[in-house]
C-alpha cells in the first residue's frame, strides 16, 4: 500500500513557475513514477514520468522543455520543476506509481495559470 501527499501547487501568473512535490508513504525507490493531470471538463492526462534510478525521464509533448520531473530516493519523494508556465497547464497533477497492476494515486494538488 503506497499513499502520496502532493503539495506546491497555486496561483501563478503566465511565465511563472512552480515546484510540486510528491511524498510517499510506502516504498517507490524501484518504481518508475509519473506526474498526471486533469483539466476541468478533460480526460486525466500524462504529464511525466521518471525512472526508478532517475536517469531517464519522459515528457508529453505540450511540456517537453519547459517542465522537469525528479525524484530523491532517500525522501520517497518525486518532483515536478514547471516553468515557462501557460494557461492550458491550468489543472489538478496528481503522482501515481504501478505497483503489481495496482495503480496507486495522490490527492492531487492544483495549478491554476492566470493573469
Known amino acids: 500500500q503506497v499513499q502520496f501527499v502532493e503539495s506546491g501547487g497555486g496561483l501563478v501568473h503566465p511565465g511563472g513557475s512552480l515546484r510540486l512535490s510528491c511524498a510517499a508513504s510506502?516504498?517507490?525507490?524501484?518504481?518508475?513514477m509519473h506526474w498526471f493531470r486533469q483539466a476541468p471538463g478533460k480526460e486525466r492526462e500524462f504529464v511525466a514520468a521518471?525512472?526508478?534510478?532517475?536517469?531517464?525521464?519522459d515528457y508529453a509533448d505540450s511540456v517537453k522543455g519547459r517542465f522537469t520531473i525528479s525524484r530523491d530516493n532517500a525522501k520517497n519523494t518525486v518532483y515536478l520543476q514547471m516553468d515557462s508556465l501557460k494557461p492550458e497547464d491550468t489543472a489538478v497533477y496528481y503522482c501515481?506509481?504501478?505497483?503489481?497492476?495496482?495503480?496507486?494515486w495522490g490527492q492531487g494538488t492544483q495549478v491554476t495559470v492566470s493573469s
Open positions: 521518471i525512472s526508478w534510478h532517475g536517469g531517464n525521464a
Open positions: 501515481n506509481v504501478v505497483i503489481l497492476y495496482n495503480a496507486y
Open positions: 510506502g516504498w517507490i525507490a524501484t518504481y518508475v
